[in-house]
């Protein structure tokens, strides 16, 4: 079982400058870090080598390090012409003091750190600053149309890849990427994805093309066949090959009245039987306030579904009390690890964290909670209600959700494919203050791991609250 952890506590009672560097680089993770991210995945699954200046934008952009060897400065300053540029200096601690690593200046439209024109990166060598890339994002009404990112190499910059993004209105309709896969400077085509809507407005078919050299492709498909909310019912995975196109795979989910996701089949499809074979089944439970309390795992055995493991949440008066984790043993279900929970009225006091071992519950972790939350609303103004919602939708690859909380409360925002397997816990408990909240999600699971193009849930739960969201990644 994962440990829950609020080590973010302390984020919330430190200095006004660590504060700000804190906002500022949640803001550089925006729309140009998206495309950038798949650019880069799309040439790793092509087996083109990245070079390190990209590999070293894509960790600082996108990723922390929180193992105290390595600390963050920044700084921002506004433009002449009413835009801001955000600088950050991550420095690593080496023999007794802090040395300079990496600079990464980002370039917004406007004081909202919404809308970034470029990146700019540098290295420390040898006690100096040296160039090492440098990305040239453009927008067209709002949107990124197009990203050129280009690298320092040998005293001179070398264009390395090219996202281009083309738009009907307000619906993303075809992405290209483009790269120098042979070092020359020169981009060539690499890959193309088309997004189909149906007559809602709601993502109906992606589909995937490689380059062969002289024309395009397609390898894959994904349909969505959704319900009147926008949800889908049915999810149909296929693969294209000379022309043919084979089905491999295929969800179907069902939902709760209240819109809740009730049941998740995942299946493949055996061409000998010329029939879908089930490969697994998850039920969520939830109680009268929608707050789940129940998620069960099971796979088919070929002839019937069997138990594979639970999750059990109980609730007194609205407050989580214990999560429990539970694996079928053949014949019973077993204790495997279990999270308790203090609370002193309103207050979550106490988190206590055990894993089952011979028979007894072995205590593992235990958090103390003595601070109250205090991050305030965005503009000073307390929302009325909860709120959740993300943006881009669709995105590729990152996006970010927002939510609101009219008081202070602990939630949980929780990542699920099609199939109800948890992808990310975004938050686990977290203690928040009243306002409105953004995190991201960079289309990762738990392990690091870039998931795969699709329909995606997103389950924001509160004291006496709960409510999910659809969010689709196109890859």
Known sequence: MKKLGYKL??????SGFCAYSANARSTDHQDATKMLKSGIERAEGNNIAIPAA???????LLEEDSNGKQRVLSKKSDTATGGVIVEIISQIWENGAWVNSYRLITTFTDGSYSIPTAFESYEWVNGAWE???????????????????SIWENGVWRQFMQITNEFNGNFLIRTFTKID????????????????????????????????GTDWTPISKSTYINNTQGFP????????????????????????????????????????TVAWINSSRTTNTYNSASLPTGELYEEWDGAAWVKAWQVLTSYTAGRMMEVLNL???????????????????DMLVEILTQFWLNGVWENDTRDLLTESPTAVAEGGVIPEEFTLGNYPNPFNPETTISYSTPQAAIVSLII???????IQKLLQNQAVAAGTHQIRWDGRNAAGLAVTSGVYFYRLSAQNFSTTKRCILLR
């Open 233 to 272: 019912v049915e999810l149909v995975y296929e693969l294209i090959s000379g022309g043919m196109t084979f089905l491999s795979e295929r969800t179907l989910f069902t939902y709760t009245a209240s819109g809740l996701i009730a049941t998740l089949i995942s299946q493949y499809y055996d061409i000998a």
């Open 131 to 149: 160039n090492d890339s440098k990305t040239i994002i453009t927008i067209v009404n709002g949107f990124i149309t197009n990203m050129l990112m």
């Open 416 to 422: 699920f494919d099609v199939q109800g397997k948890i």
């Open 327 to 345: 694996i079928w043993s053949g014949a019973a279900w077993e204790n495997d690890g279990r999270d308790t929970y203090t609370w002193n009225n």
């Open 181 to 212: 896969n042979l070092g020359t400077g020169t981009l060539a085509n690499l890959s193309k994805t088309e997004f189909s809507y149906d007559n809602n407005s709601f993502l109906s078919m992606e589909m995937n093309y490689s380059w062969t």
């Open 9 to 14: 506590m302390l984020s919330l009672i430190m």
């Open 54 to 60: 990209v590999q070293r934008l894509d960790v600082h």
